[in-house]
């Protein structure tokens, strides 16, 4: 018994079922006569191998249709050589016809009604292809189709057979994507010229021959048209006595390529189908000059010249130039192409939205207006970049260092993955369609179609979908990352001639953009540009952008040798360049930060990785004082060695100040600000370091982490007996959470001895801890020192380093002092053993906050020491309106006042009981111990004098407590504060310090 036909077919690809009833009777002995029905095998060797072929088409049943129509036909007509004969003899021929026929039904049908055209596919005597670039054989057209008379079917015939031939070549892997569509616009030139010729040839006898240009857009113009597509064109005249006959030649060349193979769309030109056909170039040149939008140069990015007088659409083409490498610098040309390509996605309707492979998300125009918006943005300092195709002007953008390799390189794949499938959906029938089917038998035909098998596990349709959704993907986050990339509204924004970083360029626009040694930046550009490496290539980019934002400092030079610094240690590393090229505003935050402040510039010259966090607010966001302690502390834990333990904490500390002064630096930069997340019920975002109290509290979380960790190693290194607590209390800003930039840690060390201890052991033990700690954190490194002084101590520095509780209580008790008692209004515990910080905080409760006030004498003694204060610490030749912390109505003023009021009341009020210079003020305020407008005058002038203290060590770069009152510094600080006027802002310190000044006099004077 033998098999059934049906299951031996089946092996080639051809269906079951009825279809495979089907496939039996065309192969067998009344069909082709290809198949042995009763042996169940093919009739001879020929029949297998084409057999084989059939198998290997995109659809077997297809072919095998179309190839038994085309041999009845030929049977019909009496066609010599057969097709099936040729097959045997040209291998080549078998494999293009076939896979035209499994492939595409309308050429398939074309064949069959033409019989002996498909022998345009025969091998050539030399053994190669038949040619497939798009040239048009018109002779050969007339020949092979007896019907086609006059120029326009032949026309049609010629344009068919050049079709044939690159979609042969096209599925047979002779050509790829790009030669294909190469040749298809080819074809479309050679067309268009034909259809001009015919249009001109047919003009009124003695009309003279116009001067009209065809020139190319869209994917015409850009060497990338598919097999379907209107044919995009601009139609130019030289003068206005060319335009009569012009606009005829224009409108029948419209009409002969409608009948001969696609539609001529001309709805790009100037007003659109509301405008004229043709126009004069002197027309073109002045409506682009006045009156196109972004989107009409962007289309010209794309603009050949295609058919008819060729120099002529050159000339065009040249003359506009100027304007589409300019039309980025208008303030709305990046939005203009962004919202267009949304105004896209929005017209797509719902139902293809995910099936659009050309409009869709993560289709095609998101790729094109990708690369267009950055040619348009860099194209104008880079004429590499000039190219009017996709592919060639991604690989150029790669090239350039525009683009990144991995990013080109996805959306090069997906690019043509996407042109891939457009082509096999245009191919089967001829139609113009850019969505993918639903239907379960097309989408297997496209998955064989573009070369899927099944896998285990997997169909063919399921492969093709994964592929389709990974590049679909990746397409979308791409096409998102660098359509919005920050940066390109900057780039564009800088003048044209700006981005052309060639020597004498450079410095000219040194000179004007105020670098004050325009030599010294000249050279440093150089260095940072030289060569023709990637780096190189992507630092011509970024700094045309960063020399704009160094050039709104008051020292530009700095700003552009600090960036060279970080360049030289991070240049090579290949995170670096491709950050500050893709990544949000960091280039531009980079940029503030250098040219702002010396101290965050010496940070990150110490720590270049740090910058990593200018990439994210969320990066640039304090960390909450647990987080910090439990950081610092598993980072000292992790080494065995003290100093091993203590570098590894100051990194972290070193990373935690990079965090702070860059968001402080940045917290009035406009639109570089770091902003806290958007809050539950909707409130709007701050900047996350909103005030100098907020920077106060985090530099002091710093600390205590700090001062934590060191205490852990300490201890590590210096045991002590069993049982010995010991903490380390807060004192002066670090107390009251009010640190700056340049603050030392004030501290008191407190141990208890374990009961039964021998006093004197415990108390050496304590001392070596204490000890050990302020030797680990005094090492030379290259971090800002935190210094920790103990000097606040009773008996200061001529007093023990520590003290137990007992000590302590047994001191305040006996000879504690009103300044001692006032000192201890900022005690809060840091470190250490938490019972016994808080039991020395109740300790000294009674001290720092007398239930009795003040004595008339101790008041007298506050303001005999307050006005010694100024006397004897104001620096030699210190100006004291503008001195921070010692001046008028400065720090000093305000605590000194607020101080008084805390010892004078705290001791039945304890709303004031907090270690917070403004908010003890608020609270006295509140109980009515200050006049109100007193009250806010001190909080004014205190905070603007924390402001102005902070601002100093950021730009210097060093401690200074001196607002200066003119040149740069003054500059510097006023900028980063977020002013604009130096004199302006100097008036405004002045009147806020006397009014401070005042109002703290008046506080201080009042009676007891």
Known sequence: MTRPTRGRLARYGFAEADGGARAADLLGPDGLGLWRTEEQEPADEAAGELLAALSRAADPDLALRQLHRLVEAERRTGEKPGVLDAFAADPGLRRRLVAVLGASSALGDHLVANPGQWTVLATEPDGLAPRADGRLDLAAAARL??????????????????????????LTGGRGLEQTMAALSGLADATLAAAYDIAVDELPEGTPRPRLAVVAMGKCGGDELNYVSDVDVIFVAATDDDLAAATLVATRLIHVCGLVAWPVDAALRPEGNRGPLVRTLASHLAYYRRWARTWEFQALLKARPAAGDLALAREWIDALAPLVWTAAERPEAVEDVRAMRRKIIDHIPPKELEREIKRGPGGLRDIEFAVQLLQLV?????????????????????????????????????????????????????????????????????????????????????????????????????????????????????????????????????????????????????????????????QRTLLPVLLSEFADAPEPDRGLLNYRQVSDKLGSTPWYLRLLRDSGPV?????????????AADLLAREPEALRLLAEDTELTPRPREVLGEGFTAAAARHDDPVEATRAVRALRRRELVRLACADVLSRAGALAPLTPRTADGGGRVPTLADVSAVGVALSDVADATLAAALRTARAAQPGPPGLRFAVIGMGRLGGRESNYLSDADVLFVYDPPPGADERATGAAAHAIAEELRRLLSAPAPDPPLGVDADLRPEGRQGPLVRSLAAYAQYYARWSKVWEAQALLRARFVCG???????????????????????????????????RVETERLPRGADPATHTKLGRGGLADVEWAVQLLQLRHAGRLPALRGTRTLDALAAARDAGLVDPEDAAEMAAGWTLAAQVRNALMLVRGRAGDQLPRHGVELAGVVRLLGGDDPGEFLDEYLRAGRRSRAAMERVLDAPA
């Not at 860099?378 to 690989?395: F, Q």
């Open 145 to 170: 189709t007896a019907a086609a008379t006059g120029p326009i079917p032949v026309l049609r015939q010629a344009y068919r057979l050049a079709l044939l031939r690159i979609a042969a070549a096209d």
């Open 378 to 538: 860099h194209g104008r300092g880079d004429e590499s970049l000039r190219a009017p195709g996709t592919i060639p002007a991604l690989r150029a953008l790669v090239a350039g260092g525009y683009v990144g390799r991995a990013d080109g390189e996805a959306l090069l794949r997906g690019y043509r993955f996407l042109r891939g499938v457009e082509h096999r959906l245009q191919l089967q029938g001829l139609r113009r369609t850019h969505t993918v089917p639903t239907e379960p038998d097309a989408l297997r035909w496209l998955a064989a179609a573009l070369g899927h098998a099944a896998t285990p596990g997997r169909s063919a349709v399921e492969e093709f979908r994964a592929e389709w959704v990974t590049h679909a993907t990746e397409v979308r986050r791409l096409h998102a990352k660098l359509l919005y990339r920050p940066l390109l509204e900057s780039v564009a924004r800088v003048p044209a001639e700006g981005l052309r970083l060639t020597p004498e360029a450079a410095r000219h626009r040194l000179e004007i953009l105020g670098f004050a040694d325009p030599a010294g930046a000249l050279r440093h550009l150089q260095a940072l540009t030289g060569g023709v490496s990637r780096t190189a290539a992507i």
């Open 587 to 599: 280039a531009r935050r980079l940029a503030r930060v250098l040219s702002s402040s010396r101290y």
């Open 833 to 867: 053993d938490a019972d016994l910080g808080a039991e020395f905080e109740a300790l000294v409760d009674p001290v720092r906050y007398p239930a009795d006030g003040l004595t008339r004498e101790q008041v007298v003694e506050i303001r005999r020491i307050k006005a």
